[in-house]
């Protein structure tokens, strides 16, 4: 698998056997996934199959973003880790979620490809 790139960062992707302890995350709970903001890795078990997959790796590039992008440091301030947690994960589940579908409905608006920054999708 190729890096993903983030705002010129290059992270890691890998695959990991299931139950891999690099896969349980920073509340102690065991993951499909899990995202490593220091080494720049993506870590998706090797149990997630493709009907899966993408999303899975969607959701951990939305951190990966959050990252890149000094939200997740943002995030870090709440006054508790808790907050901080469930705050990340639900805009990790967001962008996961509903990227693509405001992505799809601006396309179908303008009757032609979204273009940021030189790239241009289009379901």
Do not use: N
């Amino acid at each position: 698998m190729e890096p993903l790139v983030i705002r010129g960062q290059s992270w890691r992707v890998v695959r990991v056997l299931p139950g891999d302890p690099l896969l349980i995350d920073r509340t102690g709970v065991m993951r499909l996934a899990t995202t490593d903001p220091v080494l720049k890795v993506i870590r998706i078990s090797m149990e997630v199959l493709p009907p899966m997959f993408d999303q899975i790796y969607i959701h951990e590039a939305a951190h990966a973003m959050m990252v890149e992008s000094g939200v997740a440091d943002t995030l870090s301030q709440l006054p508790d880790e808790r907050q901080h947690v469930i705050a990340e994960e639900m805009l990790a589940w967001f962008l996961e979620s509903h990227a693509i579908e405001v992505i799809d409905a601006v396309s179908r608006s303008l009757d032609r490809p979204v273009c940021v920054r030189g790239l241009c999708v289009r379901r």
